[in-house]
Each structure stands twice: as C-alpha cells, then as structure tokens.
C-alpha cells in the first residue's frame, strides 16, 4: 500500500500553529514512507472563506520548506483539489444515498430549527439539536414541500438503536451510542453545497487518502464519517487525533496567548527551521532526550506511532530558544541575507540594499549573533553604525558612581590615546584600554562606559572594540570628539 495522505484546511483566515502541526505530521509521515502529500482546499463554508487565504495557505508551507506531490496550482489525477469546484460530484453521491435510504431531504426553515433547539434547551433535555422532523416524511407529504417551493437539505439518516465503535489508532476504540450521536446531521446544504461531512469523507475515498491526522477537536466527526463510510460500502482511512496544542493556562492555545498565525512569527523573525523543528515536537518525539532536527532528518525518521496522547503546551519561550539556536547555526552570510529585510523595515537599509550596507552588516554579524533571539532584534543593536548618534543629556556619558569632571578627563584621554586604532587588532586595543585605566586611576568599567555611549549612544551594545573597527577612524573621532564637547558645556 501506498501512503496517501493530505493537509486539507480551509480558507478563512491566516495559517494558524494547530493546523500547521497537522501539517507537518502529514508530510513527514509521507516523505518517511515514500507516499504521497496532497494539500487539498476545504472551501464549501463560503461564508466564511476569505480572499487571500489560499495564497497565504501556499505562501505558508513553501517558506517553511514544504512541497505537495498534487494540488490545486500542481495537479494531480484526483483533480480538481478545490472543493467548491467539485459540487458537482458531492450532489451525486448525496443522490445516491437518499435512494438507497441512508439520508433522506429535510425542509425545516432555520426559523423552525431555532424554535426548536430553544424548547429544548428550556427544557433542558440531554441532546440538543434536531428532531428528526422530517425522517420519515412520506412522499405526499415531500411532494407538499416541493411545491412550496421549499429548498431541502440532505441529512444522513443515523441508526436510532446501538453503538458506533470508531477506531482511533491514538486513543483506541471510542464507543458511542448511536442516539447520542449528532442528530442526524446535514450532509449537502439547500444551495448545493456539502458540509464537511460529506465533502470530507467522499474526497478522501477518491483521493484514495489511507491516513487521516487531524486535531482531536474533530474527534466527535469520527463516529458520522464511519456511518458515511459503511452506507457507500466503503474502507474508511486510518484516523490519528493528536491532542490540541494547549497555552499554559490549560486552554486550547489561542490570540490571547501570544502570537498564532504564522504571520506573525514570521513579521517578528522566527526562522523557518526553529519553527518546523519545534512545532513537530508538539505531540511527537524520537526518543524522549533528542530536541533538534532538521527538516530532511524529520522526512526519515517520522513514525506516527510516536505521536503521543498527551496535550502539548506552546511554550513561546522555548520557541524563542529554538530561534537563536537556529540563528547562531546560520553561516554569516545566511544570517546577514535574513537580516536584511528587518533591516529595510526600520528604515536602516536602502531598498535594495547598497553592497556597502551588505558588506557592513556581514561584517557586524559576528558581533551581534550570540545577542538575537528573533530577527527583528537586529535593528536595536545595529542603529548606531548606519544612523547618527545623538546623547540628550551629558551625564548619560557619566559612570554611576562617576563624576562629568573624571568623565571628560578619560574621554580627552581616550581621544588621545585612540589615534591610530583601527590598524590594531580588539585583543591590542583591550589591552590598551587596561593600560590606560590603570594609568588614569579608574576602573575599566568607569573607562570604557563612556565611550559606549559616546560611539553607540547606549550602555548596551555589541562588544565596544569590534564595533569601534567596524565604525572606522573617521566616526569614532567625530562622535568621541560630540561627546567631550558635550560634557565640556556641563563641566
């Protein structure tokens, strides 16, 4: 057997982390089997589809290095991917069905529906929702309908007595009792199209898709697609429902945890790699100890009997780790490449960027490295070399426990002293500036302070004596010298 598998979402928003991970387990599970990974458009809930969301679905999975062997935009000989383009098809097989008595037309308004889940919750009865009103209508009486004019839905016509056992190959088999079971639920809507359900369950026997993982969320679909599959005599897939991905109060992770969208991760400057590592450990792992992996090493070693039943939580804090892992892993060509558009976007960079703005960058990269978390936190520790400083006060150039008169003098002796700097290497200029706190009685803290915010405009930036050859002779002088004639006007 073939593994057939498919990431079928829908397009009503921004790819989201829950669905991402179903995502990734599906392709994994097909790269590791030498299957197939087919990305399918779930867009019969027309109401709720909104423009640009199947480019997002696309744009999406391709940055984080994802390929679909058919689709919408590749093809395929199960075509047309786009559910919305194949109402032709779920109207037939909802045909069918009502003939061989599996489902059967229903015309209750959603006035009357309405009338009747408020009784029924009034009542308080143990199972909300339909009546089963027109179940067992009689042709006359459906005749009386249709001449009304009255558009009718389709419904699947759920057995009233025993239990369905649907077979989870996570959890096990789940038994459900058949009058529990969503009221007999609707399969093909009045305008023509069909309902998840449906649409579902027909497209994944034609696509011939063998395993089905989607989050455990849909769970209580399970019990109706198995009624499905045994009224067209069909072999239903296997069924995986990992756990949701929980935030850490407990709850199914949400906006109100954090980012996410994959947007948004992707705007603050999470790398395609962290995020595919750490999401695919959301309820999978090798060997309980083993955290990092790359895309090809998941494509060979992803099983699914190690998805696990346990909930996972979003701990934004380790993805943030994963990230500057993944950051200082980066040749410093790669990472000055993916800097570059943060760097555009606080208005540093030209656009595009000049080759002298290139060539700078790269060489800050191995200053800044160890300091990034997220891509976006290359502007806070760069601005000082492509833009101007400028000190409001003085005495930010004044040391704690310093005063602006000891200030100015190591400042003058600084400029002094600095003549001729940048032919000398950072482990010589160090040296000199021990040298010449000794000489002047004050701490190397008191000395170099200072400095830092004369040449950087803060007391946090990348280590000073890099910076300083990277700034070159002509800016460190004219910033040293704003500095001292600064602290000259307060003295």
């Not at 598998?5 to 590791?32: C, E, Q, W």
């Not at 969301?53 to 000989?77: A, K, M």
């Not at 089905?212 to 045994?230: A, D, M, N």
Request: hydrophobic letters at 35%; a negative charge.
């Amino acid at each position: 057997m073939t593994v057939r598998v498919r990431f079928a979402p829908s397009p009503t928003g921004k790819m989201h982390i829950g669905n991402l991970r179903n995502a990734f387990f599906d392709y994994f599970y097909a790269r590791a089997t030498g299957g197939k990974f087919l990305l399918r458009i779930e867009d019969t809930d027309q109401g709720r589809s909104t423009e640009g969301s199947i480019q997002n679905i696309y744009d999406t999975l391709r940055w984080l290095g994802l390929s679909w062997d058919e689709g919408p935009d590749v093809g395929g000989p199960f075509g047309p991917y786009v559910q919305s383009e194949r109402n032709a098809v779920y109207g037939d097989y909802a045909a069918k069905l009502v003939s061989a008595g599996h489902a059967y037309r229903c015309y209750c308004s959603p006035e009357r529906l309405e009338a009747v889940r408020k009784e029924q919750t009034e009542k308080k009865l143990p199972v909300i929702g339909y009546d089963r009103h027109c179940r067992d209508l009689t042709e006359t009486q459906r005749a009386e309908y249709d001449e009304q004019g009255l558009k009718p839905v389709i419904r699947l016509r759920i057995p009233l007595e025993s239990v369905t056992v649907f077979r989870d190959e996570i959890l096990g088999d789940i038994e459900k009792a058949n009058i529990d079971i969503n009221p007999d639920p609707v399969l093909l809507k009045s305008d023509g199209f069909p309902t998840y359900h449906l649409a579902n369950v027909i497209d994944d026997h034609l696509m011939e898709i063998t395993h089905v993982i989607r989050s455990q969320e849909w769970l209580s679909s399970g019990p109706i697609h198995l009624h499905l599959y045994q009224a067209f005599g069909w072999e239903p897939p296997k069924y995986y429902h990992p756990p949701l991905i929980l935030g850490k109060d407990g709850h199914k992770l949400a906006k109100r945890h954090g980012s996410t969208t994959l947007d948004e991760f992707r705007e603050k400057g999470y790398l395609p790699e962290a995020i595919v590592n750490y999401v695919t450990l959301l309820g999978w792992s090798y060997d309980d100890t083993r955290e990092f992996f790359s895309r090809e090493e998941f494509e060979k070693l992803f099983t699914l009997d190690k998805l696990s039943k346990s909930s996972a939580v979003f701990d934004y804090k380790k993805l943030d780790w994963f990230n500057g892992q993944y950051m200082r892993k980066l040749e410093p060509a790669d990472l000055r490449d993916r800097l570059v558009p943060f760097m555009q976007q606080a208005g540093l960079f030209a656009s595009p960027p000049t080759e002298a703005e290139r060539k700078t960058l790269l060489d800050i990269v191995p200053l800044i490295r160890e300091r990034l978390t997220l891509l976006s936190d290359c502007a806070s520790w760069t601005s000082f070399f492509f833009e101007d400083v400028s000190i409001a006060d003085p005495a930010e150039l004044v040391p704690k426990k310093g005063t602006p008169e000891k200030t100015l003098e190591t400042l003058t002796a600084l400029n002094t002293s600095l003549a001729g700097f940048e032919g000398k290497s950072e482990e010589e200029l160090e040296s000199d500036f021990k040298a010449l706190a000794e000489k002047l009685g004050v701490k190397l803290g008191d000395l170099l302070m200072p400095l830092r915010v004369a040449l950087t405009g803060t007391t946090k930036s990348p280590p000073l004596m890099g910076s300083m050859l990277i700034l070159g002779k002509d800016k460190v002088e004219a910033r040293l010298s704003a500095a001292i004639a600064l602290l000259g006007e307060k003295v």
